[in-house]
């Protein structure tokens, strides 16, 4: 019977290999990031690890839903939110703002029920689901190491590799006649999207550090088992050594025997 780990992991990756634009996923996206490509086929090459979603970062204009009575504005998001704009590729930021259809009010605040528009940069997350807590425990710690201070290990060996370098800014509302209105000035914008840049280079410097990181990790185990592992001359020469050895011990032990025995006779 096929181990449940493994079972799940062939679940997975046959589920990646027909991901497609005419077999899209449950993401926003539908479709795997390309830039995480590299970094999802390294993990999986493991046996012991496999990635079960993940994002390459991107940026997002999302306007949020409208609000039940008596829901926590704070906390819930609303029914009929959308994205105005969503991109995981840097070079499609330059007056990205100008494909939205914004009203520009600068300085002019919501009031009543209106819902927000938020611009939002948000890095790098791969979530990798490992075999065992000994596994999970050394990519937390590589993740850890490499600056992803926002991991943790959750339920059933579950590795959530995250990073703080998000960005969340509020920047406008669609009012009650359904207009986009903007309470910033595009220059505001404009200096979103500088800022949004930076943290997508940062984002990617970290992404190329964490995938050497885990190389390395894969690459010493894989040593190890190695190194583990004997060869057939390796292992008759053990035999050999442990015969000779069992040989002397037991040579020993009769010499100890007869100088016992002289002893007592002359006694």
């Known amino acids: 019977m096929q181990d449940p780990f493994d079972q799940k992991k062939q679940a997975i990756l046959d589920e990646i290999s027909t991901n497609s634009s005419d077999n899209l996923d449950a993401s926003p ?5 390309e830039k995480c490509i590299p970094i999802i086929n390294l993990i999986n090459k493991d046996p012991n690890m496999v990635t079960t979603s993940s994002c390459s970062g991107r940026v997002s204009v999302f306007l949020e839903g409208k609000h039940q009575e008596g829901q926590n504005k704070i906390i819930a998001k609303g029914n009929e939110g959308r994205w105005l704009f969503v991109t995981h590729n840097p070079e499609d930021l330059p007056k990205w703002y100008d494909g939205v259809d914004f009203k520009y009010l600068c300085d002019q605040f919501p009031g009543g029920e209106s819902r927000s528009i938020l611009f939002k940069f948000e890095p790098l997350i791969l979530h990798v689901k490992c075999r065992d807590l000994n596994q999970a425990s050394k990519l937390y710690t590589v993740a850890m190491n490499c600056g992803f201070r926002e991991s943790g290990i959750g339920s059933n060996y579950n590795v ?22 903007s309470f910033v000035s ?38 190890q088992k190695v190194k583990d592992k004997e060869t057939k001359e390796e292992r008759r020469e053990r035999k050999i050594r442990e015969g000779l050895q069992r040989q002397q011990e037991l040579k020993q032990k009769q010499q100890q025997q007869q100088q016992q025995e002289e002893e007592e006779r002359t006694e």
Do not use: W
Request: charged share 30%.
């Open 29 to 33: 996206k539908g479709t795997i990031d």
């Open 160 to 181: 959530a590799i995250r990073i703080s370098i998000k960005l969340d800014i509020p920047i406008g509302y669609g009012n009650d006649s359904e207009e986009l209105v």
């Open 186 to 223: 595009k220059e505001y914008l404009e200096y979103a999207t500088k800022l949004s840049y930076e943290r997508f280079t940062e984002n990617f410097k970290k992404m190329n550090q964490l995938y050497d990181a885990i190389d390395k990790m894969m690459s010493s185990g894989d040593q």
